[in-house]
């Protein structure tokens, strides 16, 4: 049986205006992400400073569960949120770009969440360095892009506004 290997449905040479101002967009992403993901744990935090307060310290046993929790509630986020149809985090919708497969299939929850998860092993186990790779292939992939077959491109409606500023010239 001949295995067909397709090539990747997003050519930054032939459609360039799909990676135009992905980086940066996506590191102010990351940022607004953060916050979201940051806001119910900080929140959670407080709550159970309160009830350890009104139970005369005996609630703040519950300190524990935040940090498993707090892992969750990140998985989950990123894998409901890429998983959407609009295969993008709430700070990517924001910044107007989405996540694909190599072959331009839309992202999916255990991709999302698979994704999230990989960033930080790869962040964590090579130093924050890593993210330098993005300057050394045309696509602007980081190594868990690479490593998961996904690509961060401009969204329809981006793409549509960059072509008319493009040739509107």
Request: proline share 6%.
């Amino acid at each position: 049986m001949p295995i067909e290997v397709e090539p990747h449905a997003y050519d930054p040479v032939r459609s360039p205006e799909l990676f135009e101002g992905v980086l940066a967009r996506r590191v102010i992403a990351f940022v607004i992400d953060f916050i979201v993901i940051a806001a119910p744990v900080v929140l959670a935090a407080m709550f159970i400073f309160a009830f350890g307060v009104i139970t005369l310290g005996f609630g703040w046993s519950l300190y524990w569960l935040l940090p498993p929790a707090s892992v969750v509630w990140a998985i989950v986020y990123f894998g409901l949120t890429l998983g959407s149809e609009r295969s993008a985090s709430i700070g990517m919708r924001v910044m107007d770009i989405e996540m694909r497969t190599w072959y331009g299939a839309p992202a999916y929850f255990v991709l999302g969440a698979v994704h999230a998860i990989a960033f930080w092993f790869t962040v964590s186990f090579f130093t924050p360095f890593i993210l330098l790779v993005c300057f050394f292939n045309q696509r602007r992939r980081l190594l868990h892009d690479i490593l998961l077959g996904t690509v961060i491109i401009n969204n329809p409606a981006r793409v549509a506004s960059l072509q008319h500023f493009s040739f509107g010239r």
